[in-house]
């Protein structure tokens, strides 16, 4: 976790450091903001690190750090209101907004930092990877609000397609990977295991990336995370269309939520999904809450037991849950 204590003074780095020792694995955020206390948040409850209250001097440092010393190279990030860091951490800023025409143009005098731990988890999806598979890979969109582990569940979902399981084997994945919290990729190259078969678009815009990518790559499945905007939703539809299967993620507390959201609505007419899969706050970043078809069935049933993907087919029961789909 070098690339986030890299970001703050030395005083608080090895604080930091000493306060979490070897709790990485539980870490979600880190949120510093100026004059209170450094909050630390884990998966089940959170931390402050007293003695610590961020003055200007403290933020000027942090932003240089994310800038490299240049603001001009985050010109886009401080419109967009985060920045990715290699290891594939976001960081969220908040502060004074600049607008221009009534449109954001920057945030300025930045006060406010949301570190967010990016995490590969391997395995995560093995539960749920056989219910997005029926004679081969179906279309489906995880919904989820923030902190609920989508990410973490799609990019180890693109490692088993690219890799293969006990089911398939591998097939070609093709990741539009907008905000390089995917693949966390440094210079173009993904810090996270992927799979074998899965090329990557890193830092592209996702409408754009889609079609690069079906054109250069020839993808069979095409991962996205945080999809949303009409400009997405008509990529997402003409990849389709093209035959490619599509996988993504979208920020949400239900299914009925996003059936009313105007831009969403082709996809819902179109009846482009053929599994919903639903995460919920209550429970641990990654864990499934509900998985529906096209019917608005729930086929989800919590596995008794899986471990990883060497113990697949002992722990993961094929009577009781693959042959249901």
Known sequence: ???????????????????????????QEIRFRLHQPIELIFDDHREWLQGFRPDRNDSIFVLNQLSEFSLYRMEDELREGYVTIEGGHRVGLSGKVNTIHGHVKAIQHIAFFNIRIAKQKIGAALPLIPYLYQHGYLNTLLIGPPQTGKTTLIRDIARLIGSGWNKADA??????????????????????DLGIRTDVMDACPKDEGMMMMIRSMSPEVLIVDEIGSQSDVQALMEAINAGVIV???????????????????????EHVFHRYVLLDRQLKPGDIYQVYNQKGENLWQKPRCVTNAVDWRASFHRHDNVDRL
């Open 1 to 27: 976790m070098e690339e986030i204590l890299g970001l703050f003074p030395e005083n608080m780095r090895q604080a930091i450091q000493k306060k979490l020792h070897n709790r990485w694995d539980s870490m």
């Open 171 to 192: 097939h070609k994945v093709g990741i539009v990977d907008e905000r390089s919290e995917i693949g966390g990729s440094k210079k173009g190259i993904p810090q996270h």
């Open 247 to 269: 996988i993504c993620t979208i920020h949400g507390n239900s299914l009925e939520a996003l059936q009313k959201r105007p831009s969403l609505q082709p996809l819902f007419t």
